[in-house]
């Protein structure tokens, strides 16, 4: 079976989804399980999984014991920041090690503060923490990142929700190509053929939430999305027939035909 493997761990889906912008938990629940995501991630700073003992618990939604938590640090623009709010959420998940750096640049344009992205990650790493990190489509700065230790790279397609899919195919062509450790578009997916094409382009999994979550039917969002990932990759599995500019060759056989 062709599986997704972070940290040692093998998943069968490749399709990685957040928990923020649906209506309730109840909805985030049904498009997680339309979505076949085993992975979900949850921003620490604006979702209660626990340090808020009388307010609802995405925990009891979304248990540990069905799905991998994925503790994100969305809202953080120090490096400072990040960890501390890392090593918060490994201590309401029972020494978590998995986790989610992003270490934003400014809150327009939700762009990674690649700096401050780096050093955070050193940290985390010396800390015992496996950090799966957001980043930018540079090859040189998603290299320094997997040197550092990360488990893996997660560059943008686009902007964080803007839904504008891949801009820059050829970016993320070279991070594939020299990486050892899997790497996760991550922004900026708006429909599923968005998905589709990260997949064909060799990535090994998308994570997504506003695509799903600001659908007009998120719950069939999540299912297409589903659907999309799955075909991608075996697109990119399967080989992709070669382009061949001004050049026609025919799909039905031009010797051996009636009267010739």
């Known amino acids: 079976m062709d599986q997704l493997t972070i940290a040692g761990k093998a998943y069968s889906s490749r399709l990685l989804v957040g928990t923020g912008k649906y ?22 700073r604006r979702t209660n999984i626990g340090q808020d003992p009388s307010q609802p618990n995405l925990l009891d939604a979304l248990p540990p014991s069905k799905f991998t938590i994925l503790p994100n640090t969305a809202g953080c623009y120090t490096a400072d920041d990040a960890v501390r709010t890392l090593r918060l959420a490994r201590e309401l998940l029972d020494g978590h090690a998995l986790c989610k750096l992003e270490v934003l640049g400014d809150p327009k344009s939700l762009f990674p503060n690649m700096p401050e992205t780096l050093k955070a990650a050193e940290t985390l790493v010396k800390e015992g923490f496996q950090v799966m990190v957001y980043c930018s489509d540079d090859p040189i700065q998603a290299k320094m990142l997997e040197d550092i230790g990360c488990v893996a790279v997660m560059p943008l397609a686009s902007l964080i929700g803007s839904g504008m899919g891949i801009l820059n195919p050829w970016n993320l062509r070279l991070i594939i190509d020299q990486a050892k450790v899997p790497v996760i578009v991550d922004a900026g997916v708006g429909t599923a053929s968005d998905a589709t094409i990260a997949m064909e382009l060799g ?50 056989p031009t010797t051996g035909l009636i009267g010739k």
């Open 23 to 44: 209506k309730d938990f109840a909805e985030t629940r049904a498009a997680i399980d339309a979505s076949g995501a085993e992975i979900v991630t949850v921003a620490i």
């Open 203 to 252: 990535c090994d999994g998308v994570l997504m939430n506003t695509a799903i979550a600001h659908a007009q039917d998120p719950i069939l969002m999540a299912s297409a999305m589903r659907k999309g990932v799955e075909a991608g990759r075996e697109a990119y599995r399967a080989g992709r027939m070669p382009r061949k500019l001004y050049s026609a060759d025919p799909s039905s």
